[in-house]
């Protein structure tokens, strides 16, 4: 079982934006931060995440919670399962009453397989030489714990004289079980071996190239509980603080092409795990709120990866440009070379990616004849329909050029005005909800507010009133209200103005009922009328909040 103060100072240790933003992205919103649901399907965001009380909830689906609730929900984890993840998402080490977990037992795996893999590159020559002649230094080498893994038969030995569990080092990815399901074999054999780090710096895999002309020339470790392609890039635990400091993160295709970048001063490199970029990296690359630089080789694959990338990121609304790097070179070839300035002229001069999508859609149609002319245009429209309509209005006049057509094509030149929100509150619900929200900040007030109103004032809001009178701190309704930040918290003087102007109001509204009914004796209508009219409302106006009568 794992420590119960260990579960706290993890808890303490972690923040909910940096937990949450790891697995969606989210975008400031005030105080909070906004995004689309993951646990239902929404086109406006309803999921906010409140800093200031380490919490989330969905307005849409009701979910609601902290930290570790959400990865609950998310990965479909058990409470230990979470608290684990978690754990290893932040390399914080867990505490236990006994035994141990399979996370730490993964990550005790891959850290010594890690170390035999250095210690095996010094002792091939092979290998060695060819980063050498890859103009890798040695200091590079070190940095990255560039490694090397022999023949399958000794990487089985080691884990076995290591005491490494066989189903623990599968589990981590490093062996699998054979297909007849008689013992086990190694993943990467006769590689150079490159780890992978999250960004907290805990390892999780391991990247393989082949030094003898395998047709794989890259293999990554499989999708395990630590290692999740979709969400890590190589080097970010190295690169991140120049990403913060500079304000720019340079994407790049390959693992040696991160350790040139790096070697070559340009520390704000990283790479994907041999896939494109996905959404689900956005919320790693929006942490720092970096210019997006997509470094990519100039052949035919390259520029395919480049345009589906820069297409995603400015659709997401990222800034950022793209460096396709000639006469099929890569990165890392320049720089070995000591052409370090000319690859710093290029990210300087990176073509902006929404100008890049434009000109690489059009190359794409032959402009020439009519029908591909006009689907080029479909194209190009339904890019730009993706944009704001701010951005969309800036570049309508680029696309026009880039098709030989007149910005007239692409419909009125779009004006910007000012956003509204979603939906709307009436003034008596802002009343409701804005005291609501301050009894739950104020828990104090609670009594005054009882001696003027009675819950069924509250109409439809009169469950959240008594859910929160009956201290049911978790209701998710009160818990959505709480990081609704179209509520404001109230002092005492504001919530007895806000209580003033709604009793007034509850009552004009009485009086009309009272006069208008024909169920009430003429008697019992004649004094209400009378106690409303002279009495109670006069005595708010002056400002006197009116004890609440349930004979009225």
């Known amino acids: 079982m794992i420590d119960n103060s ?3 100072s993890l808890k303490n240790s972690i923040d909910i934006v940096d937990v949450i933003g790891s697995f969606i992205e ?3 919103a005030g105080a909070n931060y906004k995004a689309n649901c993951p646990f239902h399907g929404e086109k406006t965001p309803s999921f906010v995440v409140s800093p200031s009380k380490q919490i989330y909830h969905c307005f849409g689906c009701g979910v609601g919670g902290d930290s570790i609730k959400f990865v609950m929900e998310l990965e479909k984890l058990s409470y230990p399962e979470a608290i684990e993840k978690l754990a290893s998402m932040h390399n914080f080490s867990l505490t236990y009453t006994k035994g141990s977990s399979d996370y730490s037992d993964a990550k005790r795996v891959l850290e010594a397989i890690g170390q035999w893999y250095v210690k095996n590159l010094n002792q091939n020559t092979t290998a060695k030489q060819y980063l050498l002649d890859r103009g890798v230094s040695q200091s590079s080498i070190e940095r990255f714990e560039i490694g090397y893994v022999p023949a399958g038969q000794q990487v089985m030995q080691f884990l076995t004289s290591a005491l490494l569990p066989l189903p623990k080092a599968a589990e981590a990815g490093i062996i699998a079980q054979s297909e007849n399901g008689q013992g086990y074999y190694a993943r990467l054999v006769e590689r150079i071996t490159f780890p992978i780090y999250s960004a907290s710096a805990s ?9 003898t002309n395998h047709p794989a020339k890259y293999i990554n470790s499989p999708q395990t509980k630590l290692f999740n392609k979709s969400r890590l890039l190589y080097g970010y635990h190295l690169a991140k ?6 304000k720019k993160i340079i994407i790049c295709e390959g693992y040696l092409d991160v350790v040139m970048f790096h070697q070559a001063g340009f520390t704000e490199a990283v790479a994907g795990m041999g896939t494109a970029l996905t959404t689900e990296h956005l919320p790693m690359l929006r942490k720092g709120d970096p210019k997006v630089i997509l470094a990519y080789d100039g052949d035919k694959a390259g520029v395919a990866a480049a345009l589906k990338a820069a297409q995603m990121l400015s659709t997401a609304g990222v800034d950022g440009g793209v460096v396709l790097f000639p006469d099929g070179q890569d990165p890392a070839d320049l720089i070995a070379k000591g052409q370090s300035e000319a690859v710093a002229k290029l990210l300087r001069e990176a073509k902006p990616l929404i100008p890049f999508v434009l000109e690489k859609i059009v190359e794409q149609y032959d402009l020439k004849d009519p029908r591909a002319k006009e689907a080029g245009f479909g194209a190009v429209k339904q890019y730009l329909d993706t944009m704001s309509p701010i951005i969309k209005d800036a570049y309508i006049p680029t696309a026009a050029t880039l098709l030989g057509l007149s910005p007239s094509f692409f419909g009125a030149q779009a004006k ?17 909800l804005s005291i609501l929200k301050t009894l739950i900040e104020h828990p104090a007030y609670i009594d005054n507010v009882l001696a003027v109103l009675d819950v069924n004032m509250f109409g439809q809001y009169a469950g959240l009133f ?4 009956n201290g049911e701190h978790d209701n998710s309704g009160l818990v959505g209200l709480s990081v609704d930040e179209s509520f404001e918290v109230m002092d005492e003087a504001e919530l007895n103005n806000v209580l003033r102007n709604f009793l007034i109001k509850h009552y004009d509204m009485k009086l009309k009922n009272v006069a208008s009914s024909q169920q009430i ?10 106690k409303i009219r002279t009495d109670i409302i006069p005595r708010l106006k002056k400002g006197e909040l009116v004890a609440f009568d349930p004979n009225i």
Not at 241 to 246: G, P
Not at 416 to 432: G, I, L, M, S, Y
Not at 521 to 530: A, C, G, Q, T, V
């Open 466 to 469: 008594s859910a929160l009178i």
């Open 6 to 8: 260990s579960i706290e």
């Open 521 to 530: 004796p003429f008697e019992k209508k004649s004094y209400l009328i009378r």
């Open 241 to 246: 603080e120049s990403i913060y400091k500079n």
């Open 416 to 432: 910007p005005e000012r956003a509204r929100d979603n939906f709307t509150q009436r003034r008596d619900d802002v009343a409701q």
């Open 203 to 211: 390892i999780v895999g391991f990247g393989g190239r082949t030094i």
């Open 26 to 28: 989210l975008r400031k």
